[in-house]
């Protein structure tokens, strides 16, 4: 099928990165029209617009036409791609197989060629799933090093990468970023191919979030949504992008943002088969929800990224803390921090251990784990963290009734969040600062430091974080001389929930919720539901 002029259209589209022509022209002709490269072509195309199993067809088509042109190595190299492309979708056997049969072609060769960079980069891989870590690291060099003697970018980035990312998780942070950083220069240099492109970019970017280092994790975020939107019908890459976004999102106050960025890329992942992508997705978005309280989806999002692969921590513990089960919340942090067997992952729970810690009164415990992320964050060169590390040093000292030491620790939290563009934290260090000018007995100041906060997380729409700063405020300076149930009732009134609704939300009784309102309205002088919440707008509680 297809005339000989469809050929030259379905180059001419892949070379554009047209990927949706490119795969449907090509994927209608027959194989005698196609040489060895189109069929990577096919593959290529087929694997960017999210066809998995058309590219595992085309890489049977590309092998099959290797062996019957005597081809060793282009059979040995559809054979390298059938093995990552099976691997990835879960077909660990199969996917065996074939590393086997390529090991096998390339055993038969009398000189060294490039292909067997990439079989080391699979065997690389291979070491990695059997948490062969010595062994992977070992080898992740010689990767490069065919790389470069080849003069073939992808080879080299993706040496560069691996090996960057094991430096990291085996403690030599300042160098895995070094060869991270040095892999992506030749990837916006346009050096590499679409799929390596692709493959660096989530690398680079899940590095820089595991580090918290959200200024690089900013940086190549944008650049990899450019390059995405640059590429007519991509799918492949085009969900961990829309993670990433919603990451940036969430850190950036903008929660209902990133619930639909992070629900859309939930979609995406699941259109190409779910896994871990997907899983971390839904554990992003069920964070925030949590921060929006809507602990109900919240909890959802986390069962879904369990059963998905994510641990679905320490968000969950953190909920379990936020609903009062603070036992299983201290549960839950002790054997995610049990299982952290590298510095990486435990900088990722750290801060929740010592919120749960200090709630359960294990302040001593909690301590110590502020004075771990604080040297994790120096050892990283980590701002987020460091701010992190002054916001649980603050908690920890407030906790201990060392107020001065609390204050000055939030205040440094706070400015360090403040650079970082980050307002729900900003708001966070602002209410421990009120606390320790509180505990002083600077109460003017403390309510100068409450009232924006206050407006802040009304702003943002959290609504648990809201609810505790109306605790923290007298009676007679909250709008109205609303108590903080009634402030949170009124938020979910403007948000537009029905008296149902905000019963079930609240966990109330509906009829309880309609002597609240009574209450609010009173309060307010007002004699609807539209007046009180034009009072909440004006008065900034939404």
Same mark, same amino acid.
């Given at each position: ?69 005597? $081809? ?22 199969v996917a065996h197989g074939w590393l086997s049969r390529a090991e096998g072609l390339l055993g038969r060769l009398d000189e060294d060629v490039v292909e067997h960079g990439y079989l080391r980069e699979r065997q690389t891989f291979a070491h990695l799933a059997r948490g062969e870590i ?8 010689? !990767? &490069? =090093? ?5 003069? *073939? ?16 998780? &085996? ?9 991270? $950083? %040095? ?70 106050? =903008? ?40 602990? *109900? ?5 986390? *069962? ?27 549960? =839950?942090?002790? /054997?995610?921090?049990?299982?952290? /067997? ?11 251990? #010592? ?6 009164? %294990?302040? *001593? ?17 980590? !701002? ?46 602002? !209410? ?62 403007? %948000?537009?929930? &029905? ?10 009784? !509906?009829? &309880? ?19 009180? #919440? ?9």
């Open positions: 099928m297809g005339a000989p002029e469809d050929l030259d259209l379905a180059r001419a589209a892949y070379e554009r990165r047209d990927w949706i022509s490119a795969y449907r022209l090509l994927s209608a002709l027959d194989d005698d029209a196609l040489v060895g490269p189109d069929f990577v072509a096919l593959a290529t195309a087929a694997y960017l617009v999210g066809r998995h199993d058309d590219v595992v067809q085309a890489l049977h088509r590309a092998y099959r036409s290797s062996e019957k042109a005597r $081809d060793l190595r282009g059979a040995a190299r559809a054979a390298l791609w059938l093995t990552t492309v099976l691997e990835d979708a879960g077909e660990r056997a010595a062994d992977a690291l070992a080898l992740a060099p010689t !990767v &490069t =090093a065919y790389g470069r003697r080849f003069a *073939d970018p992808d080879l080299a980035a993706a040496g560069l990468v691996v090996e960057g990312r094991l430096r990291i998780y &085996t403690g030599d942070v300042p160098g895995g970023l070094a060869l991270v $950083d %040095e892999a992506m220069a030749s990837v916006v240099a346009g050096e590499t191919s679409p799929i390596y492109s692709g493959l660096a970019f989530c690398a680079a970017i899940e590095a820089c979030q595991e580090l918290s280092d959200l200024g690089r994790a900013h940086e190549w975020t944008r650049a990899m949504s450019t390059w995405c939107d640059r590429q007519a019908g991509l799918v492949a890459f085009t969900g961990q992008c829309a993670v990433h976004r919603g990451q940036l999102l969430r850190m950036h106050g =903008a929660f209902p943002d990133a619930v639909r960025e992070l629900e859309d890329a939930a979609a995406r992942h699941g259109t190409a088969g779910g896994g871990a992508a997907a899983g971390l997705a839904h554990y992003e978005r069920g964070e925030a929800l949590r921060v929006l309280g809507r602990e *109900d989806d919240a909890a959802s999002a986390y *069962d879904r990224a369990t059963g998905l692969g994510h641990p679905g921590q320490p968000g969950r513990a953190l909920l379990w803390l936020a609903r009062g089960e603070t036992d299983a919340a201290e549960r =839950a942090i002790r /054997v995610s921090l049990a299982e952290a /067997v590298d510095p990486v992952r435990r900088s990722a729970l750290l801060p929740a251990a #010592v919120e749960i810690l200090t709630a359960a009164g %294990e302040v *001593d415990e909690a301590a110590g784990l502020a004075d771990e992320i604080r040297a994790t964050a120096d050892e990283f060169g980590s !701002v987020a963290l460091a701010a992190a590390g002054a916001y649980a040093t603050a908690s920890v000292a407030l906790a201990r009734g060392d107020a001065e030491r609390a204050l000055a620790a939030a205040r440094r939290a706070g400015t360090s969040w403040g650079g970082l563009e980050a307002p729900y934290e900003c708001a966070r260090c602002r !209410v421990l600062v009120a606390r320790a000018l509180r505990a002083l007995g600077d109460e003017r100041s403390a309510l100068a430091e409450l009232e924006p906060a206050a407006r802040t997380f009304a702003e943002l729409g959290a609504m648990p974080a809201s609810a505790e700063v109306a605790a923290l405020l007298p009676g007679e300076v909250r709008p109205g001389g609303l108590s903080a149930r009634e402030v949170e009732v009124l938020c979910l009134v403007a %948000e537009g929930y &029905t008296n149902a609704e905000i019963a079930a939300e609240l966990v109330l009784s !509906v009829k &309880t919720v309609a002597r609240h309102l009574s209450n609010i309205f009173a309060k307010l002088d007002v004699g609807s539901r539209a007046a009180a #919440v034009a009072y909440a707008y004006e008065h900034r509680l939404v």
